[in-house]
């Protein structure tokens, strides 16, 4: 899934950062699911590569419990963090079985769970008034 990350990267939009992101998640039907970071001159509209994923994926009619892993690789000295927001949307978004591999081009990799990426992060129930 490294070398799918690796592809994904290709594709993104960084004419700001210079700094290519790439995100795989394989599905249980086999299914690899590209995601990219594309940047806007306005930064806060930008989209991380994991998001990029995740969003794409829902849009085309897969949903959560499809997903097996996720892989995000980048150029960095090592395996890349996802940002804050992407934790979120990757706590909310993946199974809570999914394997999750952050990667560098080097080769290092670091496998975790997303309570290991964001522990006590925001549950669905937490949004209701209860």
């Known amino acids: 899934m490294i070398e799918e990350a690796k592809k994904a990267r ?3 939009y960084v004419p700001y ?12 039907d086999g299914t690899i699911i590209h995601g990219a970071n594309i940047e806007n001159a306005s930064f806060g509209l930008s989209n991380c590569a994991e998001r990029s ?3 794409s994926l829902l849009s085309q009619g897969y949903k959560k419990e499809d997903i097996v892993s996720m892989t995000v690789v ?3 000295n090592k395996p890349v963090s ?6 979120q949307v ?3 978004l993946l ?25 006590y992060g925001f549950k ?3 949004t209701l008034n209860t």
């Open 53 to 55: 994923a995740l969003f």
């Open 74 to 76: 980048a150029d960095h």
């Open 124 to 126: 669905f129930e937490d």
């Open 17 to 28: 950062s210079k700094y290519p992101v790439g995100a795989a998640i394989l599905l249980k």
């Open 10 to 12: 290709l594709k993104a």
């Open 82 to 87: 996802p940002c804050g927001a992407c934790r």
């Open 95 to 119: 199974p809570d079985n999914c394997e999750i591999t952050l990667a560098n081009l080097s080769g290092e990799t670091k496998v975790m769970t997303k309570e290991a990426l964001l522990p």
């Open 90 to 92: 990757m706590f909310e």
